[in-house]
C-alpha cells in the first residue's frame, strides 16, 4: 500500500492520501502515530520519523512524532511513505552486500582520497568506465594530488585531457584544484556547500565525493540512481522534472546506510552500469528483485518515464503597423495557427530573417504592397513550441488593396479598446497607443 502525505502549512492540515485516491483530513493536533494507525491499518511497532523533510524508516516501536516536526516538511510537496512493513525490508542493506561482493576493480575505487574520487567524477562524466581508465591513470600519473594540478600550466592539463573531450572539465578541475589551494590550504573540504561552491562541481559529484570519500550521508542522484530508483519505487513522474529528482533525494536520503555511505552510493552507481541498465534491466540477476516494485508489477521496461522536451522553433516575424488617419489594421489570424482566431497586428514570418525582403514576404502572403517600411521596435514572445521573434514596423498602404473576406479590421482607440489583442503584441500596441494619443 502507498500512503501519500501532504502537509499543508496554509490550511494547517495533514493529509493522508491513500491507494483509493480519497484524502482523509487530519486535525493539526493529531499524531503521526495516530494518523497512520487509524488510517492505514499501520501496526504500531511499524515506525516512520519526518524530520528536516527527510522520510526515515526506523525501528523504533512507536512513533509519537510530534505534530511540529510535520510543519518542517516542504509545502505540499507529498512525501511518499511506503507500508511500514516495505520500509522495513532494508533494501540499500542488500544492495551494499552485493556491491561489496560483486563490484569492478576500478582504479579509483581503489583509494577515499577526495582528489581521486572528485577526478573519476569528472571523467566519467558523458564517458565510459572502459574509455576512462587509461586516461585517468595517465593524469594521475602525471597530476598526483591537488597541488600538482593546481601547480600545472593549464596547456599541459588540456595535453592529458586531450581526447576526452569536454574540455571545460579540464579547465574547470584546473580552476577547483587551484580554489582548494588557496581557499582550503589544500585540504579538500568534505561539506556539501563548500564542494558545490567549486568550479565544475554540482550537486551529483558534491554529494559522490562527501559520500565516497568522506562517508557523509548524503545522496548522489545521476541519470543511473534516477532510473533504478524510478524502478525500484515504481514513479511514474517524468524523471526529467526537479520535482521527480528531489523525490528521489528524499528517497535515497531516507534509506542511507549510516555505516556505509559510500559504499551505498557506489553500490547505486554499479547497479545502474551492470544490471537495472536501460532498456530492458538484468532483473533475474538483481539484488533488489524481491523488493523491486517495478519488477513485481511487471513494469521495469516501462520505467522511468521520460516525456521528450517539446522542440522549441526560433521564428523570426515582422510585424506591421499600417495606420490610416486614426486607424490601425487589425488582421485576424486563421483558425488552426497559433493565435488562430485572434486578431493581431499583421505579420508574416521571415525566411532567414532577411530583414530587406520584409516588404515582398507581406505582398506574397497578403497581395498587399507596404511602402516606406521603417523598423520602430523589436519583442519576443514565448509559446510553448515557438518563439516569435518580432521587428515590429510602420508601414504605408494603399487601402484598397486590404482585401474585404472579413479577416481585415481598421480599428480606431475605441475599438481596439474592446478587441481581444494578444500579449505577444504588447509591444506593438504600446507604440500604436503611443501614435493614437499624439492625434
Ligand atoms: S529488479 Fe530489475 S528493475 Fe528492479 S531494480 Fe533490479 S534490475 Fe532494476
Known amino acids: 500500500m502507498i500512503i501519500w502525505l501532504l502537509w499543508d502549512p496554509s490550511e494547517g492540515e495533514l493529509r493522508v492520501k491513500n491507494a483509493e485516491q480519497s484524502f482523509i483530513l487530519l486535525p493539526i493536533h493529531t499524531s503521526l502515530a495516530d494518523c497512520l494507525v487509524q488510517t492505514a491499518g499501520f501496526s504500531s511497532d511499524a515506525a516512520l520519523l519526518l524530520t528536516d523533510n527527510r522520510v526515515l524508516a526506523t525501528e523504533a516501536e512507536t512513533f509519537d512524532i510530534p505534530t511540529v516536526s510535520l510543519a518542517q516538511t516542504e509545502d505540499l510537496l507529498p512525501i511518499l511513505v511506503e507500508d511500514a512493513r516495505h520500509m522495513n525490508s532494508q533494501w540499500s542493506y542488500s544492495l551494499v552486500q552485493w556491491y561489496l561482493a560483486n563490484h569492478r576493480d576500478l582504479p579509483w575505487r581503489r583509494t577515499k582520497s577526495p582528489y581521486a574520487v572528485w577526478v573519476s567524477e569528472i571523467m566519467l562524466q558523458q564517458t565510459r568506465v572502459e574509455a576512462v581508465i587509461g586516461y585517468y591513470t595517465r593524469f594521475m600519473g602525471r597530476f598526483p594530488t591537488v597541488k600538482t594540478l593546481a601547480d600545472a600550466d593549464i596547456d599541459e592539463v588540456l595535453k592529458y585531457w586531450e581526447g576526452l573531450g569536454y574540455y571545460s572539465r579540464a579547465r574547470n578541475l584546473h580552476k577547483a584544484a587551484k580554489c582548494i589551494m588557496e581557499q582550503y590550504q589544500g585540504t579538500f573540504p568534505s561539506a556539501i556547500k563548500e564542494l558545490e561552491g567549486l568550479p565544475g562541481i554540482g550537486a551529483y559529484t558534491a554529494g559522490a565525493i562527501a559520500s565516497i570519500a568522506f562517508d557523509v550521508p548524503a545522496a548522489a542522484v545521476d541519470g543511473n540512481v534516477l532510473r533504478v530508483l524510478s524502478r525500484l519505487y515504481a514513479l511514474w513522474d517524468d524523471i526529467m522534472t526537479d520535482y521527480t529528482r528531489r523525490r528521489v533525494t528524499a528517497l535515497i536520503e531516507a534509506n542511507i546506510p549510516l555505516q556505509a555511505p559510500g559504499d551505498f552510493t557506489q553500490s547505486l552507481m554499479e547497479l545502474g552500469a551492470l544490471v537495472c541498465i536501460p532498456g530492458r534491466p538484468r532483473c533475474e540477476v538483481c539484488p533488489l528483485s524481491f523488493e523491486c516494485k517495478a519488477h513485481m508489477l511487471h513494469v521495469e521496461e516501462q520505467l522511468p518515464v521520460r516525456i521528450p522536451k517539446t522542440k522549441v522553433r526560433e521564428q523570426k516575424r515582422a510585424v506591421f503597423l499600417f495606420f490610416n488617419e486614426d486607424r490601425v489594421l487589425l488582421h485576424r489570424r486563421p483558425e488552426g495557427t497559433v493565435l ?3 486578431y493581431e497586428f ?3 514570418d521571415l525566411v532567414n530573417g532577411a530583414a530587406s525582403t520584409v516588404d515582398q514576404a507581406f505582398f506574397d502572403a497578403y497581395g498587399i504592397q507596404p ?23 510602420t508601414s ?9 473576406d472579413g479577416s481585415w479590421l481598421w480599428a480606431d482607440a475605441a475599438t481596439l479598446d474592446q478587441i481581444m489583442i494578444p500579449t505577444a503584441f504588447k509591444s506593438a500596441m504600446k507604440l500604436v497607443k503611443q501614435r493614437f494619443s499624439c492625434i
Open 371 to 393: 511602402k516606406g517600411t521603417v523598423e520602430c521596435g523589436e519583442a519576443v514572445h514565448r509559446f510553448t513550441h515557438i518563439h516569435w521573434h518580432m521587428t515590429i514596423c
Open 396 to 404: 504605408d498602404l494603399v487601402p484598397e488593396q486590404v482585401p474585404e
Open 346 to 348: 499583421p505579420g508574416v
Open 340 to 342: 488562430g482566431g485572434l
